[in-house]
């Protein structure tokens, strides 16, 4: 639909000028921009992979708000990927009602080992959790098992100690 003719003289200057910064910009990102960009659906937008929060540098501040954001990004993905194995399971459930026990079993193990494995990355951080606390998570949970083994299992007792409780 072309444009209604200008008012005043006033209105054609600014459509004038207006049309001469404006012209080349939307020129370019139509003919230029546009047809060598590769279109994704936003469903399976695929965003690059950034550096870890280990990789960057301390007064990197640019390098920590992209690992954080991919932490962001991640921590949604997985919240996703349990809600829909918690949602197979209840599905599979309401179906197989009153086999549900034998027959959803596979479902309810792997829907439980994902949410192990959430929880200990994600688990306790808070709501305000970001990619160094998560991080530091990581790092005192490894520590912990060379210490002690893997958490759950109860501590190792040291050679010396066992020796020492058996004599009292």
């Avoid at 007064?59 to 949604?76: S, T």
């Avoid at 179906?95 to 494995?117: F, G, M």
Wanted: contains cysteine.
């Amino acid at each position: 639909m072309p444009e209604a003719p200008a008012r005043n003289p006033l209105e054609s200057f600014l459509n004038a000028v207006q049309a001469t910064i404006d012209g080349p910009v939307t020129w370019f990102r139509e003919k230029i921009v546009e047809p060598n960009r590769q279109t994704y659906p936003w469903y399976h937008q695929q965003f690059r992979r950034v550096p870890t929060i280990d990789q960057c540098y301390t007064d990197d501040a640019v390098c920590i708000f992209e690992a954080n954001q991919q932490f962001r990004r991640d921590k949604m993905v997985d919240n996703e990927i349990l809600s829909i194995l918690r949602q197979r399971f209840e599905d599979c459930v309401l179906y197989e009602q009153p086999d549900h026990e034998r027959k959803c079993r596979s479902l309810l193990d792997t829907y439980e080992k994902a949410a192990e494995n959430w929880f200990i990355k994600y688990g306790d951080l808070g709501g305000y959790a970001n990619a160094k606390t998560a991080y530091m998570k990581q790092k005192h949970r490894m520590i912990w098992e060379r210490r002690h083994g893997p958490v759950g299992t109860g501590m190792k007792q040291v050679a010396g100690e066992d020796e020492a409780a058996s004599e009292h």
